[in-house]
C-alpha cells in the first residue's frame, strides 16, 4: 500500500473489520476506499456463530472500524448479505441502518441476497423481502442497495 500510494495508484480496502484500533489507523491512513462487511447487527451472532468463539467484543469492533474508517476520511462502503434465520429480522435491519445513519447517512450499504452454498443450508434471501428492507432503509440512509437478487 506505501508504494503504491508513493506511485499515485489508489488502495481499496475489502474487510470484516476485526482489526485493532492501533492497527487499523495504520492501514486507513494508506486506504482511499473501503468496503467493510456488517455481517448483522447483533453481538452474540458475531461472537458466537459467525466468529465460532464465544466473543462478542467482535461486534463492537467492527462497528468502531467503520466509525474509525469515516473519521479518517476514507471513502467507505458497507455490505450485509441478509441470511433468512441469522441476521434477517427486520429489527436487526433496522438497528444496523441506524447505526450506518448515525456515522453518515451518505454512507452506501449493500443489501445482498444470500444462497445456499458450501457450509450454510438456510433457504435463499427472498427477493422481495430484500427489496422492501432496502425500501425501508433508504428512509435514513441515502444510498441502498440491493444485489445477488
Not at 11 to 23: E, F, P, Q, R, S
Not at 30 to 50: E, H, M, R
Not at 63 to 72: G, N, P, R, T
Not at 75 to 90: A, F, Q
Request: proline fraction near 3%; charge should be neutral; charged fraction near 20%.
Amino acid at each position: 500500500m506505501v508504494l503504491a500510494r508513493k506511485h499515485g495508484i489508489a488502495n481499496v480496502l475489502v474487510t470484516n473489520g476485526c482489526i485493532n484500533t492501533d492497527a487499523a489507523a495504520k492501514i486507513l491512513a494508506l486506504t482511499d476506499a473501503a468496503n467493510i462487511d456488517l455481517k448483522c447487527f447483533s453481538a452474540q451472532t458475531y461472537g458466537k456463530t459467525l466468529a465460532g468463539i464465544n466473543n462478542e467484543n467482535i461486534f463492537k469492533t467492527v462497528c468502531e472500524f467503520i466509525k474509525l474508517s469515516h473519521e479518517m476520511g476514507v471513502h467507505i462502503e458497507v455490505t450485509t448479505l441478509v441470511v433468512p434465520g441469522l441476521n434477517d429480522s427486520r429489527e436487526e435491519l433496522n438497528s444496523a441502518a441506524q447505526f450506518i445513519a448515525s456515522v453518515n447517512s451518505e454512507i452506501p450499504w449493500h443489501l445482498t441476497a444470500y444462497h445456499p452454498d458450501y457450509r450454510w443450508n438456510a433457504p435463499r434471501t427472498d427477493p422481495e423481502f430484500l427489496i422492501k428492507t432496502a425500501k425501508e432503509a433508504k428512509k435514513i440512509l441515502r444510498n441502498v442497495h440491493t444485489g445477488n437478487i
